[in-house]
């Protein structure tokens, strides 16, 4: 998989419930329940930041090598995307404009 940058979806539910991310999917009302390493990508998930940046940060965080970071981040990422969850986009993802203007 070539670098891509996650975005979350803005039609899921997610909540913090008791120290644990559960996230519904909007495709399929499926829950998922993320652990510590699930909620970082979760987290990182802004559409700005890479999967290759998010790695980093794994790797950072947890006792984990580069190359197992990277394969279960792909995994995951890509089982959140064909839930409806994430998207996954090969340029970074720009917030929408709000529509309004600036007055000078």
């Known amino acids: 998989m070539n670098d891509v940058y996650p975005a979350r979806s803005k039609q899921v539910a997610a909540r913090m419930l008791g120290g644990e991310m559960m996230i519904m999917s909007p495709t399929d009302a499926s829950l998922f329940n993320l652990n510590d390493v ?16 998010i790695v980093v940060r794994l790797c950072d965080e947890f006792e ?7 394969h279960d981040a792909e995994t ?15 340029q970074p993802i720009v ?10």
């Open 38 to 53: 699930g909620s970082a990508i979760w987290n990182a998930a802004d559409g700005r930041t890479s999967l290759d940046e």
């Open 64 to 70: 984990v090598t580069p190359e197992a970071a990277r």
């Open 76 to 90: 995951f990422v890509e089982e959140l995307a064909a839930h409806g969850i994430l998207n996954l986009s090969e």
């Open 95 to 104: 917030p929408a404009a709000s529509g309004l203007q600036e007055i000078k």
